[in-house]
């Protein structure tokens, strides 16, 4: 009889202001209208209720089987299915079931568990549903996967971004797929780390901008509506940075670059209103960031303003007494990472974390104000995505679905993508009439095109494998006639297979396509101890070189690995990152010039291990053996890519010689075409401070666009500086500017920038 009466009062609450509010709804509802709700329904529920909202487990927790069973349908577990979903009322599921489900698999899965949280639990409070959802839907069987972030960032295209998001957004809600753990912000410092292909690289503002497009893609519909998704923010803070590059690894991160570098991107995307921040696996300056309350309550929560979902990374509360040895028990774990300011804790095997926070709490151990805090945010993200209302999406809504308007998007931003690195006398393009030998790791192999997240966490599944798409090999063969291609592996990733025969095969060949690269993987699994590309793949080049035959190289890998013994042995170079489905046919269309190449690395590509360095090193960093200042000697630049075409910068002009704080600098720059066809080139201005008190940057990137001209085309270019972006971090952690020399420098090519100086007095 209470829980009728509860129920009924709940009901009657939700009425009364939905019946106050209803004239105000617009597509998004009012925040006021929401709050009320929230307040409402927090108001009705027992603490245990509030733990549960605020455990978020994996999917296959409550199917048969193990949890890491491979399967081929979705089974639930009546028994576990009834303990976590009804009893125990989870707030939130993440994961597959063990296979790519397919759009209305997806559908079905998500409507056993709606139904089941809204009808039978005695709040019925939707489950919010999570997903790595990272190069488009990914886990949806058939949908369309696109270049990996490292990709995206190299279009140095934003509006391309916002497109790959808002068919990520449209494909995930159809497949019922609401919360997406995605974009990645972090910084990626450490070249070792294998999660640089999910990255937009190591630039803070090309980071921020491509974050921004990211999240306007994803929500700027309104969460109301049904092709939009909610953001995931990740990873708070510093998993790019580990010391040694392996993955959730210690960062030493001081306060002045915590500000100056890694920040920027979550308080831009936080400012236009992400939704939700995962917090990082590692530990910065030793403190694990679980539990790190100045990163989370402080800075996130209080210096951002961060009103989402603040949630953990997959059993890192576990993490918590495994690794970092920070706390003896779940329990302690627990109440470290709550206090902290942890919303949500993806425990994926089981419930156990519900009894804890209901005891802890219970004890005083936990302030009641905390969950209450922790809640209200999960709460009101679920009526923020309709979630109440909508609890699932008809599949048979989304026409566009893997549509050929998505398709050509995809293949879109893989050309845009695809970076020219070397390009002797012009090898390339190729002419269509000449025979080619394609061989190497990553020439016959969508896995590699794909990465990890595709399918499946680490991607190596054939089987799932759209049979539709085209490898290297596939896509030359198409290019030029099967009779004009011969094919020989070589190489697998680690191991030689048959080089000898691809030496012989090759003096029959005009041309060399040798693909390399890296296995598809993810966190722990990319770890690597060396930055070298594989030997074996190294020595395949070799042996191929003494043919004295053109060798174009191809890079399908997410992060640079040292290329510095081969690189003088071939003649042109293709950095295709991991350019996903469309990636095959793109790299062909490069190779044989039915594309102009426009990519620009969104990193700076080592060429010794031992001098690794972002393009904004401080000038100590590169002192040389002879005492001078020429010790930065990367393989290739950040921002450095070539075209089909040429490109010439005239007439940089500025507004003024000095700036106050209160003025703006408005910069113009003439790009001419000066090739013989048409081109897109990426105009990148930079900012030198000459001189500051704590070590200023070599130079630092504040603004891009890229933009297409015709043969003989000139377009004039105007920027607008803000005396913000002269900021840095002083000495004492705030943002300063301090009176002096600056420098703008503007280009396509970083070695060959128009330079002009101003003063800022304020």
Known sequence: MKQLFLSILLVISLIIVGCKSQNKLTNTTKTSNIDQKVDSILALMTLKEKA????N???????????????????YSPQKFKELIIDYAVGSIHNTPGYPAEKEGWYEILKKIQDSAMQKTRLGIPVLYGIDNIHGANYVNGSVMFPHQIAMAATWNTELTKISAEITSYESRAASLPW???????VALNPLWGRIGESF?????????MTLAYLKGSQEKGLQDSTSTAVCLKHFIGYGAGKNGKDRANALIPENSLRQYFLPPFEKAIQNGAKGVMISSNAVNGIPCHINSYYIKDILKGELGFKGVVISDFSDVEF??????????KREATKMAVNAGLDMIMNPFDADIVEIIADLVEKGEIPLSRINDAVTRILRLKYELNLFKVPYNNPKGYKKFASQEHIDANYKAATEAITLLKNNNNILPLPSTKKVLVTGYSANSINILNGAWSRSFLGRDTIYNDPNKLTILDAIKKQVGEANVEFVEGTDYLEDINSGKAVEMAKNANYIVVCVGEIPASEKPSDINELDLPLVQQELIKKLSVLKKPIILVMVQGRPRIIREIEPLVEAIVMAYLPGDEGGRAVSDLIFGNVNPSGKLPYTYPKYSGNILPYYYKRADIRDINWGYDGFYPQFEFG???????????NLKMS?????????????????NTGNRKGKEVVEVFLKDL?????????????????????????????VLHSKDLANIGIHNKWIIEDGEFEIQVGGNPQNLLKKGFNYNK
């Open 52 to 55: 549960g909202q605020m455990l």
């Open 57 to 75: 487990i994996g999917l296959p927790a409550v199917l048969k089987g193990d949890y890491w069973d491979s399967r081929d349908s979705a089974v």
């Open 180 to 186: 997406n753990f995605n974009p990645n912000a972090d």
């Open 201 to 209: 690289g190591e630039d803070p503002y090309l980071i921020s901008e």
């Open 320 to 329: 918590l007494i495994t690794a970092h040895l920070s706390a003896k028990d």
């Open 640 to 650: 450095f890519g070539l075209s089909y075409t040429t490109f010439n910068y005239s």
């Open 656 to 672: 003024a010689n000095t700036i106050k704080a209160s003025e703006e600098l408005k910069i113009s720059v003439d790009v001419k």
């Open 691 to 719: 001189v500051a008190t704590l070590s200023p940057d070599s130079k630092k990137l504040v603004q891009f666009e890229k933009i297409e001209l015709n043969p003989g085309e000139t377009k004039t270019l105007n920027f």
